[in-house]
């Protein structure tokens, strides 16, 4: 079935230091959806991307479709504090289904 | 504007007993889908319903099952529980039938002893 693999697993850095998450999905995605989940809460929704290649900004968070849908890409520039959380992008396989597979996800920890 | 609502929050429950969760979705969403979520992983899809039917299932044993009612609440329900079934349940609506945000509801922990 598919899959969609984050890497890395955890990432911690000092305040003020960038950070990037990757996803890659075993199958090519109609879209690609991404998501932050704070300790203790649940998943909210940040994002979702559509076209190959599609670049997004949201303040400090750059987001990015590969050109073959099967991979993207979430960097955060200059981390703060209220960054911390589990970043977990998502995939739609485009199928008849509504299936909308999680990745792994990256927990991110940031030091003051 | 309510969000995503379910209940209850909390649920210690016993291996082989029966539990329902339910789930009431953004006013004017139709869809509704369940998610299990174990510690230290990503949400697990398990089922996706619009307009009343089910339109995803996910890998899960035919001990889960769930339905939507007419005001497109859903219940998610299993039975014979095991131990390995103790996970935060998270519903999720949204708008369209295919595609779109989801947006998740608070979840149910489940306990199973």
């Known amino acids: 079935g598919q899959q969609v693999m984050q890497i890395p697993q955890y990432q911690h850095v000092q305040e003020g230091e960038d950070f990037t998450t990757y996803c890659n999905s075993s199958?090519?995605?109609?879209?690609i959806q991404w998501y932050k989940q704070r300790p203790g809460g649940h998943p909210v929704f940040l994002i979702q991307l559509v076209k190959s290649g599609e670049v997004k900004k949201q303040k400090r968070l750059t987001f990015q479709f590969g050109e073959a849908k099967k991979n993207s890409s979430l960097h955060i520039t200059a981390t703060q504090t209220t960054d911390v959380g589990t970043y977990f992008c998502a995939g739609h396989d485009g199928g008849a289904t509504n299936k909308l597979i999680f990745g792994t996800g990256t927990l991110l920890a940031v030091q003051p | 504007d309510a969000g995503v609502t379910q209940s209850p929050t909390h649920l210690i429950k016993t291996r082989g007993q029966h539990v329902t969760l339910r789930c009431s979705p953004i006013?004017?969403?139709?869809?509704v889908s369940w998610y299990q979520q174990v510690l230290g992983q990503g949400p697990q899809f398990i089922f996706q319903?619009?307009?009343?039917?089910?339109?995803g299932r996910g890998n899960f044993p035919d001990r889960f099952s769930a339905r939507q009612f007419p005001n497109y609440s859903s219940e998610l329900n299993v039975n014979a529980l095991l131990l390995g079934d103790s996970a935060l349940y998270l519903c999720?609506?949204?708008?369209?039938?295919?595609?779109?945000?989801?947006?998740f509801g608070s979840g149910t922990r489940l306990t199973v002893v």
């Open positions: 006013s004017g969403h139709k869809s």
């Open positions: 319903y619009y307009e009343k039917e089910e339109r």
């Open positions: 199958t090519t995605l109609s879209n």
């Open positions: 999720a609506s949204s708008l369209e039938r295919l595609g779109g945000r989801r947006t």
